[in-house]
Nanobody, 124 residues
Framework: QDQFVESGGGLVQPGGSLKLSCEAS????????IGWFRQVPGKEREGVAC?????????FYAESVKGRFTMSKSKHRNMAYLQMDGLKPEDTAVYSC????????????????WGQGTQVTVPS
């Protein structure tokens, strides 16, 4: 059935880079707002980057990742991406992608389709 799958996580030294991918199957990703979120055990899931389906120029980035992370998507491949540069230990988390009708605050409750997540680890 409909699936939403993240990939690209791994262990990276501080200052390194990773590119995460989110592949949609069974539905057209371009019809949805898209968000990247991360979660650490014992803490609430937080929005990292969110993109509307109508205006890519309005992409939201959390203050903690501005200038380091870049979100993009491919209509042809039905995929979304998160390029992460200058990684820090505090970026360690499980990263998930979500899809929804729209967003205002880039909060998890604004999204209703989710992938299972991919682990990103940056040792201190």
């Amino acid at each position: 059935q409909d699936q939403f799958v993240e990939s690209g996580g791994g262990l990276v030294q501080p200052g390194g880079s990773l590119k995460l991918s989110c592949e949609a199957s069974g539905f057209i990703l371009d019809y949805y707002a898209i968000g990247w979120f991360r979660q650490v055990p014992g803490k609430e899931r937080e929005g990292v980057a969110c993109m509307t389906k109508e205006n890519d120029g309005s992409t939201f980035y959390a203050e903690s990742v501005k200038g380091r992370f870049t979100m993009s998507k491919s209509k042809h491949r039905n995929m979304a991406y998160l390029q992460m540069d200058g990684l820090k230990p505090e970026d360690t988390a499980v990263y998930s992608c979500g899809a929804g009708a729209y967003y205002k605050d880039c909060r998890p409750n604004e999204f209703f389709y989710w992938g299972q997540g991919t682990q990103v680890t940056v040792p201190s």
